[in-house]
Nanobody
Framework: VQLQAFGGGVVQAGGSLRLSCAAS????????LGWFRQATGKEHEFIAV????????IYSDSVKGRFTISRDNDKSTLYLQMNSLQLEDTAIYFC???????????????????WGQGTQVTVSS
């Protein structure tokens, strides 16, 4: 599957942004999907994951209550709604996909099979 993330930009602190990730290739609904981010000089950070059935999304503590992950299998698109954005949310955001990832490895970047190219989110004061 090929992934392409878009929707990033510059937003003021406290504002909102919605990222999208369009997928092409093999059956979208068969993948577990996730979002990671990478701030300058830091490692990839797990943000959120949504499984094939869209039940019980999982979030990192840093975004829980502010970000919402969702998917539209008919449109082969993954979303990340980001509210109450903070300066520390500034990063490149990546969407990821895997058909075989296990629960204990969801936060491990190397466990994901496919990555989008990333979209920059900059939160300004």
């Amino acid at each position: 599957v090929q992934l392409q993330a878009f929707g990033g930009g510059v937003v003021q602190a406290g504002g909102s942004l919605r990222l999208s990730c369009a997928a092409s290739g093999r059956t979208f609904s068969g993948y577990t999907l996730g979002w990671f981010r990478q701030a300058t000089g830091k490692e990839h950070e797990f943000i959120a994951v949504i499984k094939r059935t869209s039940s019980n999304p999982i979030y990192s503590d840093s975004v829980k209550g502010r970000f919402t992950i969702s998917r539209d299998n008919d449109k082969s698109t993954l979303y990340l709604q980001m509210n109450s954005l903070q300066l520390e949310d500034t990063a490149i955001y990546f969407c990821t996909a895997s058909r075989t990832i296990i629960h204990s490895n969801l936060g491990v970047p190397s466990s994901w099979d496919y990555w989008g190219q990333g979209t920059q989110v900059t939160v300004s004061s």
